[in-house]
Structure formats: C-alpha cells, structure tokens
C-alpha cells in the first residue's frame, strides 16, 4: 500500500559527506511523520533522525550538528544530509514512514565509511 525506496548510499572516506534520499508512494506522505534509522553490524538499529508534517525535526545525539533531515512534500520524498561521516556511521540506513495506524519501512541503503 505504502512503500517507500532508499537511495544514496555507498562507501565514503571518513570527512566525507552523502546525501540519502527516501521516496514514498501513496498519497499519505504530506500528513506522516518520517523519519531515519540505521543498524550497524552486531547492533540493534537505532533511530538517527525524524522529521514531522509541520517540519519540526530532531537528532541522535550522536549525529547533532553532522546531519540535516529534510522533507519535499512535493516529491514524496525525505532527505538525510550527513557531513563529517566517521566510521561509526557504517550501516544500513532505513527510512520509516509513520502514521496513525502502522509503520512502513524501506528495505535500507548500505552507507560504509573507511579509508
């Protein structure tokens, strides 16, 4: 019904920056939440960033001042700026689309930073 495609990741060296793009489908986006996630290998996944309908965002600690989430409504589509990537930022990143009733889930990009 929903489904949501993440694109953007790759390998990056650490400093680096990328840019993650996650496209919805349906006609629900303009009034959900969204919001990304990521799981590193061994790790439970914890969540990175949200964004609401309104535009109010927030941050992990442990990406504050590195990343900028960001929403086009426009284009059905959530944005995550990371900057400054260091190797504790490998993972798989997932976007979540949130409504009243469910959550769905992309499938993730792979996003790995090594020299």
């Known amino acids: 019904q929903v489904q949501l495609v993440e694109s953007g990741g790759g390998l990056v060296q650490p400093g680096g920056s990328l840019r993650l793009s996650c496209t919805a489908s349906g006609s629900i986006f303009s009034t959900a939440g969204m919001g990304w996630y990521r799981q590193a290998p061994g790790k439970q996944r914890e969540w990175v960033a949200g964004?609401?309908?309104?535009?109010?965002?927030d941050y992990a600690n442990s990406v504050k001042g590195r990343f900028t989430i960001s929403r086009d409504n426009g284009k059905n589509t959530v944005y995550l700026q990371m900057n400054s990537l260091n190797a504790d930022d490998t993972a798989v990143y997932y976007c979540?689309?949130?409504?009243?009733?469910?959550?769905?889930w992309g499938q993730g990009t792979q996003v790995t930073v090594s020299s």
């Open positions: 964004i609401a309908r309104l535009g109010t965002v």
């Open positions: 979540k689309l949130s409504t009243v009733t469910r959550n769905y």
